[in-house]
């Protein structure tokens, strides 16, 4: 089987390492203009929605006609997402004026406009998660790391879905009182990498692998899915999640043959090197947002200050409308 391998990737833009960017390479102000706009839609629109799964159908249909958000974000994307350095930090509408609900509807105003807007996080339909420690013990079988206040583990969201997830936008509500520090890794630098010295394990990772699916079973009741960490095809595509691929195999009753452990640890080895992870710290009324192929992320762990927990809420925006 011939597979067709992402070249190196020299642009640096594209293959950057920690401190090759500063704040100002990649923040970017919403203007008074497009914030005035969705100030106006909240008046008129914002409690008409559902809180928990706006962005689908009308609301959809009435962010995009929001004209000057729409074309902002559109710049941002072409400028920031599209062409390197695969993320941006956008200063958006500060928390302070809404309440938790609205907030979240403001989150899907921005973020709704970008590529076809946002799709459903899980079966219940919610478009926009709230992510905070939930004080819960951490099973890594059945818990959400987003849901703790560990740092670590760098992947990608949504492996466990289908389609991919092209946008990974993070709104700042309330910072950690100590750490929660969101930090990207560029997976073109993690590619070029294994291109140099394993080019072995390189090419496993663009053959599929099992992938626990977690609580989206298949439609015959599949609780894996298979496929690649790597795949290329005009740019590059990854996604990764090291956990739910050992899940994977334990669920689909495999063992793990020692090409598979090999080309994960060769993975990681780069993946954790501190020399690659920009640390993004985020200011309430900021949205982080990345894209899901060309950068991995994960956080530092946080200890919240009594009574002020920290608070991100995420969305995801798909290469489909359907979720
Ligand atoms: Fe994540």
Redesign the pocket.
């Known amino acids: 089987m011939t597979i067709t391998t992402c070249p190196p990737v020299l642009n640096p833009r594209l293959a950057w390492k920690k401190n090759d960017w500063s704040p100002s390479d990649y923040t970017v102000d919403l203007s008074p203009a497009a914030v005035e706009e969705i100030r106006e839609f909240m008046k008129t629109e914002g409690d008409k929605y559902d809180h928990r799964t706006c962005g689908a159908d009308s609301f959809h249909d009435k962010t995009i006609a929001l004209l000057a958000c729409r074309s902002e974000i559109e710049e941002i994307e072409s400028r920031f997402l599209k062409s390197g350095p695969g993320f941006v930090v956008i200063n958006a509408l500060s928390p302070d004026d809404f309440s938790l609900a609205q907030l979240k509807v403001v989150m899907a105003c921005v973020c709704g406009n970008f590529g076809n807007g946002l799709v459903a996080q899980d079966t219940h339909g919610e478009v926009v998660k709230e992510v905070a420690d939930r004080g819960l013990p951490f099973d890594p079988a059945s818990s959400k790391y987003?849901d703790s206040n560990r740092g670590g583990n760098y992947?990608t969201?949504g492996t466990e879905l289908p389609i991919p997830i092209r946008y990974?936008p993070l709104y700042c509500v309330r910072p950690a009182a100590r750490g929660g520090v969101s930090k990207l890794v560029s997976s073109y630098t993690i590619h070029n990498r294994l291109q140099d010295d394993d080019l072995n394990s390189l090419q496993r990772l663009y053959r599929p692998f099992y992938w626990d699916r977690r609580s989206r079973v298949g439609p015959n009741g599949e609780r894996t899915i298979e496929k690649p960490v790597f795949e290329y095809d005009k740019d590059l595509k990854c996604r990764y999640q090291r956990l739910f691929i050992e899940l994977g195999y334990k669920l689909a009753n495999q063992s793990v043959e020692q090409d598979v452990s090999r080309a994960l640890d060769a993975m990681d080895r780069h993946l954790y090197d501190d020399a690659l992870a920009m640390d993004i710290p985020l200011r309430a009324g900021q949205v982080l947002v990345c894209n899901n192929s060309f950068t991995l992320?994960g956080r530092s762990e946080f200890q919240d200050a009594p009574g002020q927990p920290r608070l991100y809420l995420r969305g995801w925006v798909a290469d489909t409308i359907a979720a």
Do not use: L, M, N, V
């Open positions: 987003s992947h969201d990974f992320h």
